[in-house]
């Protein structure tokens, strides 16, 4: 029988990865506590929801209290307990990010549909875009906002979110730079998510990584067109999974 690895740091995305039955999620936060206790674990939430979204299903779900929140898609992090954005990372981003240019070429395109007011943030502009129109409409919009001179990343997830971020704006760049702050290697760092804002958590470092057995086709799809043997397909979906993960890269029993 292996040894445990020590596990120094969980990353996990939250909707349909994290949260998504109630009964696995109770379990997993158990297991979690007992590895904060035991090696210190930090704790690290990645959503595509806004900080106020994120503390709405706070009050729903028996969330456990994380060492930072990346939220907005990597757009903002927020570390402890803090209520503002970390401004180290904010002037990062602040480099050649035109947000109201973005919007102005956004709105030529009858397909986006902008999202409501409260997850558009001052480093993400968010619209709703129908599938069968994606392939057509993201190339468009790429050139033309490249056209600008502006660089951005344009992410599409759940056959229905198109995201804007200011490059390196993402889910894992934003990992990269906690975990460089924190000094924890990759190996005992894990990634969890289920769709297309995820892919970034999984392709800049070789932190061990979970795709939830529900995923969507998007995030499946990049991870058979790049195979990675730190990289975990899990059968059960949400939080089972992750914890179907964990005892794959025997972080847990
Ligand atoms: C969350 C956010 C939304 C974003 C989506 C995908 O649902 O609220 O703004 O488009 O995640 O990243
Ligand atoms: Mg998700």
Redesign the pocket.
Known sequence: MSLLTPLALLVTDIDNTLVGDDSSLENLNQILDRCRRTWGTKIVYAT???RA?YQELATTKQLLTPDALIAA?GAEIYLGASATPDPEWINKLSVNWHREKIVAIASQFADLES?PQS?QRPFKV?YYLSASVVSAVVPRLQALISDRGLDVEI?Y??NK?L?ILPRGGDKGTAVQFLRGGWQIEPSQTVVCGDSG?DISLFKYGMERGIIVGNAQSELRLWDELHPADYHYLAVAHCAEGILEGLKYFRFVE
Request: glycine share 14%.
């Open positions: 595509g929801r806004s979204s898609v999202q997850e968010s992410i997830s759940g979110d995201d804002n």
